[in-house]
T-cell receptor, first 113, second 111 residues
Framework: NAGVTQTPKFRILKIGQSMTLQCTQDMNHNYMYWYRQDPGMGLKLIYYSVGAGITDKGEVPNGYNVSRSTTEDFPLRLELAAPSQTSVYFC????????????FGQGTRLTVV | GQQLNQSPQSMFIQEGEDVSMNCTSS?????WLWYKQDPGEGPVLLIA?????ELTSNGRLTAQFGITRKDSFLNISASIPSDVGIYFC???????????FGTGTRLQVTL
């Protein structure tokens, strides 16, 4: 039972490079989320999706893009990496609209130098 | 945006002691959640609270949804070494879909 799987676990990017953080879930959840966690801070919502083909901005969407072509996958794209995007990124999914039973992946630690 | 303030920021306690932490907001929430994050892992849901005044237990953990709907409390009784981690509160408003997380309480348990 894999749950929410994120890849890669670690990545170092140079300023201006682009990359895609992958997230997939096998629980048939409609709701999926991307959060970032800065050192000593809580999680801030970047983007979320309530179903395939539907995405919306969260609290800190600038510098990121997402797509949701399938129920299972919710990739997060960084087009022009900046040092301010150095963070740990978490993907999560939930079945209910309330998002209460959210299951989190193990995170991707991204450093932009 | 909405902010959740957690206190204390960190705690150092001895094994066997009870722990209390709280979370306050300037806004009303309809649902309060408590998560635990172990090092290198994603948060794991501990307790969910759905109505004002609700008191819910999960083993040695007890959480309460404040009457004003602007706060919540988490208590851990008889702490053990595996309680070490960061505890986050999170609130959900009626618009749903978007959880607001607190800044976390880091718990250290000494033998």
């Amino acid at each position: 039972n894999a749950g929410v799987t994120q890849t890669p676990k670690f990545r170092i990017l140079k300023i201006g490079q682009s990359m895609t953080l992958q997230c997939t879930q096998d629980m048939n959840h409609n709701y999926m989320y991307w959060y970032r966690q800065d050192p000593g801070m809580g999680l801030k919502l970047i983007y979320y999706s309530v179903g395939a083909g539907i995405t919306d901005k969260g609290e800190v969407p600038n510098g990121y893009n997402v797509s949701r072509s399938t129920t299972e996958d919710f990739p997060l794209r960084l087009e022009l990496a900046a040092p301010s995007q150095t963070s740990v990124y978490f993907c999560a999914s939930s079945y209910s609209q309330a998002g209460t039973e959210a299951f989190f992946g193990q995170g991707t630690r991204l450093t932009v130098v | 945006g909405q902010q959740l303030n957690q206190s204390p920021q960190s705690m150092f306690i001895q094994e066997g002691e009870d722990v209390s932490m709280n979370c306050t907001s300037s806004s009303i929430f309809n649902t309060w959640l408590w998560y635990k994050q172990d090092p290198g892992e994603g948060p794991v849901l501990l307790i969910a609270l759905y109505k004002a005044g609700e008191l819910t237990s999960n083993g040695r953990l007890t959480a309460q949804f404040g009457i004003t709907r602007k706060d919540s409390f988490l208590n851990i009784s008889a702490s053990i070494p595996s309680d070490v981690g960061i505890y986050f509160c999170a609130g959900l408003t009626g618009t749903a879909s978007k959880l607001t997380f607190g800044t976390g309480t880091r718990l250290q348990v000494t033998l």
